[in-house]
Structure formats: structure tokens, C-alpha cells
């Protein structure tokens, strides 16, 4: 089975509570096996970047895909730092990339990605973010949503 990949996408500017989430989701998607893709940029992005790379056994990688053209705009957890150059645009190649996804507050940036990979096809949780519809659970824990995307 190929690697999985999961998506924690989220707010640029959160509180402390859920960049507290972000990181323990990204502890436990790095304890399960996955790689994390990210927008690789500070925030919600940062923590669960962070919260991964704290996983002693982790096997993935953390991926942030970029806005800008240069890779030293990622934050210091980014394992592959891809700087496409193309604004906010670079939320389609985060919802095109990932198989499942994590949204973790409001952002509207967020939830551009909810709807690009809802476009897709593809499993979205909302970690404390958007109410879209029944197809979007809304879960309170970030073990609640880890354990959501990466069931089959």
C-alpha cells in the first residue's frame, strides 16, 4: 500500500488552543505512520509541523507547500519545502495532494481548501472549523479527528 498522506490545513493566526490541536494531531498522524503536507507556512501549520516531528517513532515526512518561490519561507519542521510561487493558488496542489484532511479553525484560506477538496472527492474533518454539511463531521479532539481520516 502506498504511503498515505494526510493534510492538516488551518489558520495562519490561531489561538494557543487550537495550535495546542494542530500539534497533537500532528503528533498522532507521525505515530500512525503518515507524512503530514501542510501550506508550510506559521500558525495551525507550524504547530501540527511541530507536533510531528516531536514523535520519536515517526516514519513520515512533513511536505509544506508554499505560496512564494522561495523555500526559506517554510517554517523550521519542513522535512520538503515546495515553493511554487503562486499565491494562495497553491491550495488546489494541497487539496490535489493529500489524501485526507484536517481543518483546524476558520480561515477563509482554510476554507477554500475544505472546498477544493470536498471538490476532489476526498475525506475532510473539521477540527473546530467550518460546519459545511454531513459529509464534514465536526469533532471536538484532535484524536477524534485523526482517527476519522485515517479510518478506511
Same mark, same amino acid.
Given at each position: 500500500?502506498?504511503?498515505?498522506?494526510?493534510?492538516?490545513?488551518?489558520?495562519?493566526?490561531?489561538?494557543?488552543?487550537?495550535?495546542?490541536?494542530?500539534?497533537?494531531?500532528?503528533?498522532?498522524? @507521525?505515530?500512525?505512520?503518515?507524512?503530514?503536507?501542510?501550506?508550510?507556512?506559521?500558525?495551525?501549520?507550524?504547530?501540527?509541523?511541530?507536533? *510531528? !516531528?516531536?514523535?520519536?517513532?515517526?516514519?513520515?515526512?512533513?511536505?509544506?507547500?508554499?505560496?512564494?518561490?522561495?523555500?526559506?519561507?517554510?517554517?523550521?519542521?519542513?522535512?520538503?519545502?515546495?515553493?511554487?510561487?503562486?499565491?494562495?493558488?497553491?491550495?488546489?496542489?494541497?487539496?490535489?495532494?493529500?489524501?485526507? *484532511?484536517?481543518?483546524?479553525?476558520?480561515?477563509?484560506?482554510?476554507?477554500?481548501?475544505?472546498?477544493? @477538496?470536498?471538490?476532489?472527492?476526498? !475525506?475532510?474533518?473539521?477540527?473546530?472549523?467550518?460546519?459545511?454539511?454531513?459529509?464534514?463531521?465536526?469533532?471536538?479532539?484532535?484524536?477524534?479527528?485523526?482517527?476519522?481520516?485515517?479510518?478506511?
Amino acid at each position: 500500500m502506498p504511503h498515505r498522506l494526510i493534510a492538516i490545513i488551518g489558520q495562519a493566526t490561531p489561538d494557543e488552543a487550537l495550535e495546542q490541536l494542530a500539534r497533537e494531531a500532528g503528533r498522532l498522524l @507521525a505515530a500512525a505512520g503518515v507524512s503530514l503536507i501542510t501550506g508550510g507556512l506559521g500558525g495551525v501549520m507550524a504547530a501540527a509541523s511541530e507536533g *510531528f !516531528k516531536q514523535c520519536p517513532t515517526r516514519a513520515g515526512v512533513v511536505i509544506g507547500i508554499l505560496p512564494s518561490s522561495c523555500p526559506s519561507d517554510a517554517n523550521p519542521h519542513v522535512d520538503i519545502a515546495l515553493a511554487t510561487g503562486i499565491g494562495e493558488a497553491r491550495n488546489a496542489i494541497i487539496a490535489s495532494a493529500a489524501d485526507a *484532511f484536517i481543518a483546524i479553525g476558520r480561515g477563509y484560506g482554510t476554507l477554500s481548501e475544505i472546498g477544493l @477538496a470536498m471538490k476532489l472527492g476526498k !475525506k475532510v474533518v473539521a477540527l473546530r472549523s467550518w460546519p459545511i454539511d454531513d459529509r464534514v463531521p465536526c469533532v471536538e479532539s484532535a484524536a477524534q479527528a485523526v482517527a476519522a481520516v485515517l479510518k478506511k
